[in-house]
């Protein structure tokens, strides 16, 4: 059974930072593109960042370029989302999401982890 | 690409036919996805290739359409099927999503 557990998310200041994780389980990791994506309290889906398998194709939305870090450790099943310069635009569930293969679509969510930032 | 869905909320009964729209602003062939998603809970993939269903998918949910214009119809509603409902285009960086369109029971 595909498993991805999101884990990092917190309260924390405008200008802070945090590091979200993505751990999978059940699929072979290596082999998937992966994404996160974000969803604000009570709005839709917004799509942040895109990596694929091998870590050599990244792409960001332009409300976190420069600011989000996405990046994966095939070695421990893992995906990471490295978020500076936190914005309260920022709040907002994140989602690790696994591409499909061959297509850009997202066949596996995990349960997300919220994200907040306020002073 | 913006991705436009209606409407914003559709009033069904119970085994009632639900169709709901999504428009891109540019053609996007057939790279269109459909998801679930239930309050409190993760989205779930419901289409993709703008008409194949994902596994597990009944099959009283089907996909159609193709260039700009898509439709996601839920043939007869069951209670578990009232909840949102997202398009999201893949065939340009960056991907998008709609704004949903909130399936509630009449």
């Known amino acids: 059974e595909v498993q991805l557990v999101e884990s990092g998310g917190d309260l924390v200041q405008p200008g802070g930072s945090l590091r979200l994780s993505c751990a999978a389980s059940g699929f072979t990791f290596s082999t998937y593109n992966m994404d996160w994506v974000r969803q604000a309290p009570g709005k839709g889906l917004e799509w942040v960042s895109h990596i694929d398998s091998l870590s050599n194709i990244i792409f960001y939305a332009d409300s976190v370029k420069g600011r989000f870090t996405i990046s994966r450790d095939n070695a421990r099943n893992s995906l990471y989302l490295q978020m500076d310069g936190l914005r309260a635009e920022d709040t907002a569930v994140y989602y690790c999401a696994r591409v499909s293969l061959g297509e850009l679509h997202f066949d596996s969510w995990g349960q997300g982890t919220l994200v907040s930032v306020s002073s | 690409v913006v991705m436009t869905q209606s409407p914003a909320t559709l009033s069904v009964s119970p085994g009632q036919r639900a169709t709901l729209s999504c428009w891109a602003s540019?053609?996007?062939?057939?790279?269109l996805a459909w998801y679930q998603q239930k309050p409190g809970q993760t989205p779930r993939l419901l289409i993709y290739?703008?008409?194949t269903r994902a596994t597990g998918i009944p099959g009283r949910f089907s996909g159609s359409g193709s260039g700009t214009d898509f439709t996601l119809t839920i043939s007869s509603l069951q209670s578990e099927d009232f909840a949102v409902y997202y398009c999201q285009q893949y065939y340009y960086w960056p991907l998008t999503f709609g704004q949903g369109t909130k399936v509630e029971i009449k």
């Open positions: 540019q053609t996007i062939s057939s790279n």
């Open positions: 290739g703008a008409s």
